[in-house]
């Protein structure tokens, strides 16, 4: 069984920046990425990488987020700059294993983007 643990989330302010970390145990994870969820809407994909470094991203957060990942720690993060309200979400860590494809989902993590 996969634990996902996450961290990072909070309250900022319009154009602010946070940063987002989730750990997994265990090894050889082949995509890691990001979802979050609004009030009223459903989750939605906000980045994704694989385990080769290559990345893709939902259009409303493309040039002020970037995903990256440390395979020697089994651990993805995500870099968010240029916050808007309408970021403002539960994010959720998602991770596959490599060899089963078996999806995995962390406790979510409110980001508040708000003056």
């Known amino acids: 069984q996969v634990q996902l643990v996450e961290s990072g989330g909070g309250l900022v302010q319009p154009g602010g920046s946070l940063r987002l970390s989730c750990a997994a145990s265990g090894k050889f994870f082949s995509n890691m990425g990001w979802y979050r969820q609004a009030p009223g809407r459903q989750r939605e994909l906000v980045a994704r990488?694989?385990?080769?470094?290559?990345?893709n991203y939902a259009a409303p957060v493309k040039g002020r987020f970037t995903i990256s990942r440390d395979n020697a720690k089994n651990t993805v993060y995500l870099q968010m700059n240029s916050l808007k309200p309408e970021d403002t979400a539960v994010y959720y860590c998602?991770?596959?294993?490599?060899?089963?494809?078996?999806?995995?989902w962390g406790q979510g993590t409110q980001v508040t983007v708000s003056s």
């Open positions: 998602n991770v596959q294993k490599l060899l089963t494809s078996e999806d995995y």
């Open positions: 990488i694989t385990r080769g470094g290559s990345t």
